[in-house]
Structure formats: structure tokens, C-alpha cells
């Protein structure tokens, strides 16, 4: 059996190292658990960063997957295929709203697709948000406001203006008559699940539209019931009246881990592109059309939209009811801890060494983004070992390991 240590060593002499040293090597999962090279299990409480939904080796996805690349695999998009069409579809009914979709097989992707869609206003500048991640590349990575993923590339495409999230007033005075979109995510995810006002939603679709911009919403991370609604922006926790966006661009767990993106445009936005304004080869794969549909499918027939709310609401009573846990944030499955120190590092370390999977999203914030159909021995299992944790997070030199 090769190691992890083995394993680890092979990857840092041929992977490039964007990522860091692999600290661990995993090689099997089912449902919310995974296993690593040396044998060792593991709650995964991350969910490849929001993207399991139906968790690991679901037989549902497996089944549309192998039955798809059976009956059909690939065909670029000289040609259509009813899994694309029919996805297409669904999405457009789960938004309730008439729009037209461009497919894609990354949330930076789609990202690329919505920025381009925008240019197509005819206006160039975009209102984006402090703290927002977008994606890393060239046109993504410009509606990123993080200096230290930026400035090693730039010049990046400009014309794009960074406000504070969550600040109605700071989108009243920068969005104008020249700009095309104003682009926010429901919730920050990468920044460590912010939460903005509940009017902040409406209010920046108001300002969008008394300037003729459009309102994009980046809902890759917090789309596909992750928050317990369809849609973070459909979600009444999260915002206090409707919004129908312009633009809302989606990846992440739409087709459970199989590579996809999706560029969602209502109304008029879906029509702006004509034919060879924007194109890819694998995008609306059959394949990864089918993986989405099933899991939009298993979704729907177990209520994971409810139980990801009930689950959610779980684990933030049980993370948070230790006081080194100042705040617990997010919706749904989408969960931020706040601690009282910077030690959201040691945390994670912590924790998968009593076997549980977490992320530090900053230092002093934790995120958990677990499959939606999460059971309750997991959530208990995690209840169980939380304060023993923090203990070692806390203190490492005072606790034995
Ligand atoms: C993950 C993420 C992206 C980028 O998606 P990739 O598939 O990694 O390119 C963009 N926006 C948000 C909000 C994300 O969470």
C-alpha cells in the first residue's frame, strides 16, 4: 500500500506547487466520509469545498453518470443533447423566472461568461465587493478583491470598482450611469461566511436597476440548496423581499462533483450574446448534465433542502455552544465559526486528527460546507469531539495528544 507520506513526496516532485505540500492523500469516500492513503476515516465536513452534495459514491449520481457515458459521452456544441436541454430547463423553473442559460465546467467559468455577457450592455464597469472571490482567472480574478491573488498578475481587465459588502450606501455611490453590473455573492463564502443585511439584496437590485445595470449575483458556492432554498437569494433569511437577479452564475455542487458551471440570464441579459460571442468545448457536457440533473432530482425527492436548514442549524448549536465560538454565521449547510482567537489553523489540524474535515477560511474563521444529506450520527459524532478539539487548538502544549 503506498502511504501517504509516499504519496506525498511523488505529488511535490510532479505536481506545481500553487496548492502547497498535500498533508494528506485520500483515496475512498462514502457519503460524508472519506478515507486517506494510511487507512484513516474521516467526517468530511467540507464536501470538496461545497461541491458533494449528495456526498461521496451517491448510487444516484453514479448510476445517471455511468448510464450517460454509456449511451452518450461527448459532442461539443456543433450538436445539442436532451441531458443539456433538459438541465437548461430545470434551472430556469428552479429560478422562476424566464432566462436563458450558458453552460460551462467551472464556477470561474462561468464567471468568464457572465463578465462577458456584461461587456455586451455596451458599459464596462463593473461594482464588485470587498472581500468577494470570483474565480482565478484572468476576467474572474479582476472581480476578486484579494490583493495577494491580484497583484502577482496584473494588469488584469479593468474597469472594476471594490465597495464594502454589505454597505447600501457604498453601492448608492459608486454604481452610475456607466456601469453594467453589480456583482455580489448572497453570502461570502471564501471570505469566511458573511452575512450582509437582509435589505442588501433588494437594495443593490434597486440601485442596479434605477442605473440600468445589471444585478449579478454569484451563487456558486451558496446555489443548489446549500442554504436551504434553491437559491441563497430566494432564501427569506436572507433577504427581507424578492429579488430576481439579471445575471446569477452557479457551479460548485450542481452536478455533486462532477466538473460543471452554469451562467443563468433573465430577460433581456439572456439575449445579449449573439452566435460567436462566447463558446466552449466541454461546457453542457452530456455527462455532467446528467450528474446535475440527478442531483437536482435527489434533492427534490429527499427534502434536502429542509434538512440542510435542519442540519445547519445543528451544527451551529453544537460548534457554538463552546465559548472560544464567539459567532456562528452562515444558512443552511453553508456554516462560518467565528473564534476568539486567530486559530483556525490549529483548529483544522485538530480536527482531522480526531477525524473530522473542516477549512480555515481566515485565521480566525472556520467554514463547514458538508454534504446536504448530512445524517445526524455525523452531525453527533462532531458535537461529541468539538470541545476536545478547540481544547487542542487552544492549548497544544497543555493537552496530551
Ligand atoms: C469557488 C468559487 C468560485 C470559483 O469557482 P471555480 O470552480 O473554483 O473556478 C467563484 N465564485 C465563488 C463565490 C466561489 O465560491
Not at 501517504?4 to 460524508?32: H, I
Not at 471564501?190 to 440600468?212: C, F, K, M, T, W
Not at 445547519?312 to 465559548?323: H, I, N, P, Y
Request: aromatic share 6%; with cysteine; hydrophobic share 45%.
Amino acid at each position: 500500500m503506498t502511504t501517504n507520506a509516499a504519496w506525498t513526496e511523488r505529488y511535490t516532485g510532479v505536481l506545481m506547487n500553487t496548492f502547497g505540500s498535500p498533508k494528506t492523500v485520500l483515496v475512498r469516500g462514502q457519503g460524508a466520509h472519506v478515507w486517506d492513503a494510511d487507512g484513516r476515516e474521516y467526517v468530511d465536513l467540507l464536501g470538496g469545498i461545497a461541491v458533494n452534495a449528495l456526498g461521496h459514491g451517491h448510487p444516484r449520481l453514479v448510476a445517471a453518470v455511468t448510464e450517460q457515458l454509456e449511451t452518450l459521452g461527448h459532442i461539443s456544441n456543433f450538436f445539442a443533447s436532451g441531458p443539456q436541454i433538459r438541465l437548461a430547463e430545470r434551472l430556469v423553473g428552479l429560478l422562476g423566472t424566464e432566462a436563458r442559460v450558458f453552460f460551462t465546467n467551472s464556477g470561474a467559468e462561468a464567471n468568464e461568461a457572465a463578465f462577458k455577457l456584461t461587456r455586451r450592455t455596451g458599459r464596462t464597469k463593473i461594482v464588485a465587493t470587498e472581500g468577494s472571490f470570483h474565480g482565478r482567472t484572468m476576467g474572474a480574478l479582476a472581480l476578486t478583491s484579494k490583493l495577494a491573488y491580484r497583484e502577482p498578475f496584473e494588469p488584469l481587465p479593468g474597469d472594476v470598482v471594490f465597495v464594502p459588502y454589505g454597505d447600501v450606501a457604498a453601492l448608492e455611490a459608486a454604481v452610475d450611469r456607466d456601469t453594467a453590473a453589480v456583482l455580489v455573492e448572497p453570502i461570502q463564502g471564501e471570505a469566511g461566511v458573511i452575512v450582509p443585511p437582509r435589505d442588501y439584496l433588494p437594495s443593490a437590485q434597486r440601485i442596479a436597476h434605477e442605473n440600468g445595470a445589471l444585478l449579478w449575483l454569484d451563487e456558486i458556492q451558496t446555489g443548489v440548496g446549500r442554504t436551504g432554498t434553491w437559491f441563497a437569494h430566494q432564501n427569506p433569511a436572507l433577504v427581507d423581499a424578492p429579488v430576481v437577479p439579471d445575471i446569477v452564475t452557479l457551479a460548485k455542487g450542481l452536478a455533486g462533483g462532477i466538473p460543471i458551471g452554469a451562467c443563468l440570464a433573465t430577460h433581456g441579459a439572456g439575449k445579449l450574446f449573439d452566435p460567436g460571442n462566447h463558446g466552449t468545448t466541454f461546457g453542457g457536457n452530456p455527462v455532467a448534465a446528467a450528474a446535475a440533473l440527478a442531483v437536482l432530482d435527489v434533492i427534490a425527492e429527499e427534502d434536502l433542502l429542509a434538512h440542510a436548514s435542519a442540519q445547519g442549524a445543528k451544527l451551529r448549536a453544537a460548534a457554538g455552544a463552546d465559548a472560544r465560538v464567539v459567532e456562528t454565521r452562515g444558512a443552511g449547510l453553508l456554516v462560518g465559526l467565528t473564534l476568539a482567537e486567530p486559530r483556525a489553523a490549529e483548529v483544522v489540524t485538530a480536527a482531522q486528527d480526531a477525524g473530522f474535515l473542516l477549512n480555515a477560511a481566515t485565521a480566525e474563521r472556520v467554514r463547514m460546507a458538508p454534504p446536504l444529506n448530512l445524517t445526524d450520527a455525523d452531525v453527533e459524532a462532531f458535537a461529541a469531539a468539538w470541545p476536545a478539539i478547540l481544547d487542542h487548538a487552544f492549548d497544544p502544549a497543555g493537552v496530551a495528544p
